[in-house]
């Protein structure tokens, strides 16, 4: 096993085990925003419609876009801190350990909180908005029970002056629901990410560097093999698997 698959696993096993436990509450309450998101946006389309048959002149859909765009760039802002701060584990910890570790982990950390606040201001006049409308865009989307409780869900968390966290470990379980509904968003990110870096890779020449460590099909395969079992048994499934590999190699060449 190389070096560098060792100290991603000693980071998974110790502090990165911790750091992920502790942002998972920022990956849920942002999958429950962006669900609600979902259906201000729809809301947004309809009423533009309707304003526009009953030629209306002050625009309630402007006034969402606007709070909708508000909320949309916060909750961005905070989603791309949990992905720095995810990023930076396996960038500092495994490999490049940052020159001031002290002073670059609280950093990311001020950052994370400074965009938090943030989002809970804008969420907070936003789902006022929702409230103040909300049989209005029930009626017009004939929404449903899930989406219902969704939307009742964030209003009654961002009402008060401090979110209300209690109020929305009520709703976590809606949180799987909106995780089906977005996979094709999140794979189409994943295979474009990929496919760039991919790319950059060979015509930077940077490719050759995975070349010797030895990173090809089959060092994959061994590696999604090996991480089906605990991570006691990783190194010794991983080791047994690209030794059967290489052993098959040897006889192939002799061959």
């Known amino acids: 096993m190389h070096e ?30 962006y669900g609600a998101f979902k259906i201000i946006h729809r809301f947004i389309q309809w009423r533009k419609k309707e304003e526009e048959r009953r030629n ?3 625009s309630l859909a402007l006034t969402f876009q606007k709070k909708l765009d508000r909320a949309r760039n916060d909750l961005e802002k905070l989603a ?3 992905s720095y701060a995810f990023g930076a584990l396996f960038i500092y910890s495994v490999a490049i350990p940052p020159f001031e570790p002290k002073e670059k982990a609280r950093d990311i950390i001020k950052q994370l909180e400074n965009d938090y606040i943030e989002m809970t201001k ?19 989307l004939e929404l449903y029970g899930t989406q219902i409780l969704l939307l009742e869900g964030l209003i009654e968390a961002f009402e008060k002056e401090k979110l209300d966290i209690e109020a929305l470990t009520d709703y ?6 909106e995780m089906q509904k ?3 968003e999140r794979k189409a ?22 070349h010797a460590l030895g990173i090809n099909r089959r060092y994959k395969r061994c ?21 059967k590999v290489t052993l098959r190699n040897v006889k192939k060449n002799k061959s």
Do not use: W
Request: proline fraction near 2%; glycine fraction near 6%; charge should be positive.
């Open 4 to 33: 560098l698959d060792k100290a991603i696993f000693e980071v998974f096993t110790g502090s990165g085990g911790t750091l992920t436990a502790n942002l998972k509450p920022y990956l849920s309450l942002v999958l429950e925003v």
């Open 56 to 58: 209306l002149k002050r």
């Open 80 to 82: 791309d801190d949990v």
């Open 122 to 140: 804008s969420m907070k006049e936003l789902m006022m908005l929702v409230k103040k409308h909300e049989k209005m865009i029930v009626s017009a």
């Open 172 to 177: 976590l379980p809606l949180i799987a629901q």
């Open 182 to 184: 977005t996979e094709k």
């Open 189 to 210: 990110f994943s295979r474009e990410l990929s496919k760039g870096i991919g790319k950059f890779n060979s015509t930077s020449g940077l490719i050759v560097i995975n």
């Open 223 to 243: 590696f999604k093999k090996a991480a089906r079992h605990g991570f006691k048994e990783f190194s010794q499934k991983f080791n047994e698997c690209r030794f």
